[in-house]
Each structure stands twice: as C-alpha cells, then as structure tokens.
C-alpha cells in the first residue's frame, strides 16, 4: 500500500536531515512510526502526504508515485494530523464540503454518520471544539473519503478512553477486507501492542529497523541480573546496557538458539523496551 | 475551474476577512482614500467613487482569498498544475471581479456625460494597473512570505516596489478626479505631461512587479515546502 524508497530531505533552517528511509507497509495492516521527539516522524508523515518534496527517492501510494502521479495517490489518502488544519470559522459539516469536493470519493452522509457516530454536532463551527474533537473530525472527515491508506500522526493522546476504545476498533474494522492499510505515528507504544503489525523506529532521521511486531519481538531479549553479570554479555548482541545499584538491564538481539545465564532473567521486550535502549544508546548506527 | 474558487470564495470569507485585520497596510491605503474621499465629496466629484470602490474591492479580495493557500489545500488531491492553474485563475478572477463593478458603474457616468470616452479609457487604464499591480503583492504562501521578498530582491525588496506602486496609484487616482470635467483637448499641456508622467511610472512599476514577481509568485502556490 506504501513504498518508501530511499527517501532522503535535508532542512537547511532546522539542520535536519532525513536519510536513506525505505519501508513499505503491505495491504491489510497497520504500522506503527515510532521515535522519540525530533526522530522525523512527522517529517516523513509530510513527505507521504506530499507537502514536502523529498530530496531524494520515491513515494508510492497504493502504486502511485507521489511525486508525479499526485492527484491519485492524495487521493487515496485520509489524514489526521495534531495542528488546526481547518477554517475553524465554517462548520463542521461545511468544512467538510468545502475540502471534500476535491476528493473522487467524498460522501456527505458517510460523514454524517461518522460525526454522529463520534458524538460531534455538525452543525457546530470548528472553532467551538476541544482538541480532541477537532481531532474526531479530522478523523471523521478522513473516513469519508473511503481512502486506501490512513496517515495517522499522533492523534490517540488527545482521545478520551471511550473513544480510544472505539478509534482502535474502526481502524480494525478498516484493514479487516485487507485492501486498506494504517500508519500510526505514536508515543504511546501501548497502542501497537494492541492493534501494530509492523513498526517503523526512527531515530535522528535515520531508521532503525521496519519489520512486523512479532519478529521484532523475537529479535530482542531483556535480560536483567546483577551489575557484574553484564561482562558475560556477548558485546556483537548488547544493543544498550543500564546499570542502577548493583543492578543492570541490558537489551540484546537475539536469535532462537541463544541461550543466556541462568542467573539473568530474560524476558520479551516491550516495544518501548527496545525504544528506550535504542535511544539511550547510538550503538545501532 | 472559476466554479471551484469561487465555491472557495463563499466558504471560506469569514476566516479571509481575519487576513484583513491582521494587514496593516491595508489601514494606510484605506486611510489615503478616505482623504480623497472626502475632498471628492466636498467638491462634488462623485465619479470618485466608481474610480475608488473598485480598487479598494480589488485589494481587499487579494488581501483576503491572496497572501497564502492554508496547508489542507495542499493536502487536496491536486497536482502542481492543478495548482498553478487555481492560483492563476483565482488572480483573474481577483481582477474580473471589481472590473466588471469598474466597468458597469463609469459606463452609467460616461452616458451621463460626467466625463468623455477620453477620460473614461485612462480611468480604465489606472484602474487597470492598480488592479493586477495589488493582486501580485497577494499572492504567494505564508510558509515562503518571507523567502520570497527576500529571494528576489528589487530596488532594495519586494515591499519597496509595492509601496511606491501604491503610492503611484493613489496619486494617479487624485490626478483623475480633479480632471474628469475636461476632455483631453481642454486640458493644459502641463495637466497631459502630469497625467504622462504618473501613468508611465504606474506602468513601469506594473511591469517590473508582473515581470519580477507575478510569475514567481505562482510557483510558490505550486508546493507547500
């Protein structure tokens, strides 16, 4: 559903740079972007949503390269980004309108029934609404639209319990024909452990790693012990190691035949496990 | 195409007018007006008011539907020539607009004999100049505002240019009013040199703004970055 082939962009003002990313996300599932503040995320969220023009390398949308066949792969996509995007002096249901009629598959009425659905009064002026609800229209006005790919970025730390519930539940419901596909830039890694196929780190522009979640899972071990332990530690695996006390964690790759001290506790990471140490540590790069 | 600016036009004019609140120099403009406003009432000289309200619709139109395109435009599933065609239709219709109001309201004095054909036609030239010339300030994205004036600097920088063009039009406005009575043959040599002399440096700095600017300032609409 989405290819990303060597996709670079420099920011002179900001001193950034995004380099050599490439990922797809196949049909059928959702991917989470992970990284920390300043990794890229949204950066590259705009580069697939054709805001910025990428220095280098191809975006493909459902087939359409973003670059030179725009209209088709925009239009494929639904959005909900974190900033005020729409005239908060219209409607909700004129805003609607009035962007939707660029799209070849807006329908009124869907989102109707989506804003019903997520408790939001259409005829109310955007400016009236929470974030939250802003949020919600986004949501709703990007459903409307019935596109093949939703762009997601960070939109489920301003949702309300109830809703998150709900918001987990129509993002299944939209991948479930596998002909649609999700990518979710979160800090909430707790969301992917619930609904993430795949996830995608990105640290200081560059990726990490983009591979479905139960691989990465069985790539990693967490293994704590005490603090001198961490010497028998095979150095080719330890991605970061954290001493506190006389204790230490430590997260190292890991293949099925390793096996480990019997006096360290291994267990599966987190994918926020694997986040932190990553972090913590350049030693990946 | 028209259709869908205009469509644009009607739904979005409560958050255009915002832009007018937040452009100072739409105060001065308005303020230079008023003073001549108020001299033309006092003289009688109504015709300034078909000469005047045209301009001053022209440039509020491109101060509220010009100057940016908001970022959910350039998230519509438009291409850049999509884009580049919205903006220069949407700088036509800018124009067309109070033109048609320009044209409609000084046909009514001519046939009124408020002023001849002669006058009419350099009434028309001015509104002309004054009308593309306001509309180019208006038209790139706020995210490039800046790079703009300061990637193509002209006679110190685009704000230069576009406060002497003001400055021109105004007076160009002034000169007609106090002449409309007259036709060309009544007026003195001195009066035609001064009417030369403003129409060329209102033209000079319409052409250098067109050549300069216009076209750049299309491309910028073509890409948010």
Request: glycine residues 4%.
């Amino acid at each position: 559903m989405i290819k990303l082939e060597n996709i670079s962009k420099h920011f002179d003002e900001f001193n950034f740079t995004l380099s050599n990313i490439s990922f797809s996300i196949p049909k059928g599932y959702i991917c989470g972007l992970i990284g920390e503040n300043g990794a890229g995320k949204s950066t590259l969220i705009h580069l697939m949503l054709g805001l910025y023009r990428p220095s280098k390398g191809d975006i493909y949308i459902n087939g359409h390269n973003i670059s030179t066949d725009e209209i088709k792969a925009k239009d494929d996509i639904g959005y909900v980004l974190s900033e005020e995007l729409f005239d908060p002096y219209l409607t909700l249901l004129a805003n609607a309108d009035s962007y939707g009629k660029y799209y070849s598959r807006y329908n009124r009425k869907s989102f109707i029934e989506y804003c019903n659905r997520f408790e939001l009064d259409c005829k109310k002026k955007l400016k009236t609404l929470s974030k939250g609800q802003k949020l919600k229209f986004q949501f709703a006005f990007a459903l409307s639209h019935s596109p093949g790919l939703l762009l997601l970025d960070e939109p489920t730390a301003n949702f309300d319990p109830n809703f998150r519930k709900e918001f987990f539940s129509i993002l299944t419901d939209f991948i479930s024909d596998g002909e649609h596909s999700v990518l979710l830039a979160t800090h909430l890694t707790s969301d992917l452990e619930i609904i993430g196929d795949y996830v995608t780190f990105l640290h200081k522009g560059k990726l990490v790693f983009s591979t479905d979640r139960e691989s990465l899972l069985e790539s990693y071990r967490l293994l704590q012990g005490e603090a001198y332990k961490l010497n028998v530690i095979n150095k080719d695996k330890l991605i970061h190691a954290e001493k506190k006390d006389n204790t230490m964690t430590a997260l190292v790759t890991h293949r099925c035949y390793d096996t480990y001290d019997k006096e360290l506790t291994v267990s599966v990471p987190t994918i926020e496990d694997i986040m932190y140490h990553y972090v913590k540590e350049d030693a990946y790069v | 195409m028209y259709k869908l600016i205009l469509q644009d036009y009607r739904s979005h004019w409560r958050s255009s007018l915002r832009k007018l609140y937040d452009n100072s120099t739409i105060c001065f403009v308005w303020f230079f007006y008023a003073i001549i406003g108020i001299d033309s009432y006092e003289n009688n000289k109504l015709s300034y008011a078909f000469l005047a309200f045209p301009c001053l619709i022209t440039y509020i139109l491109g101060r509220m539907y010009g100057g940016y395109m908001n970022k959910t435009f350039f998230l519509c599933p438009l291409d850049a020539n999509a884009r580049r065609q919205y903006a220069i239709h949407s700088f036509r219709l800018r124009i067309i607009i109070p033109s048609i109001l320009f044209l409609i309201g000084n046909i009514i004095l001519l046939f009124m004999d408020i002023f001849s054909m002669e006058i009419l036609l350099i009434r028309l030239i001015v509104y002309g100049f004054t009308a593309v010339s306001v509309n180019i300030y208006c038209q790139p994205t706020a995210t490039d505002n800046i790079y703009s004036t300061n990637r193509y600097p002209f006679v110190g920088n685009f704000e230069t240019l576009n406060t002497y063009s003001n400055a021109i039009n105004v007076i160009n406005i002034i000169i007609l009013i106090h002449i409309e009575e007259y036709s060309i043959v009544e007026l003195h040599p001195l009066e035609l040199a001064l009417i030369g002399i403003f129409m060329t440096l209102q033209l000079v700095a319409t052409i250098s703004k067109v050549k300069h600017f216009y076209w750049q300032s299309i491309v910028l609409m073509e890409f948010y970055k």
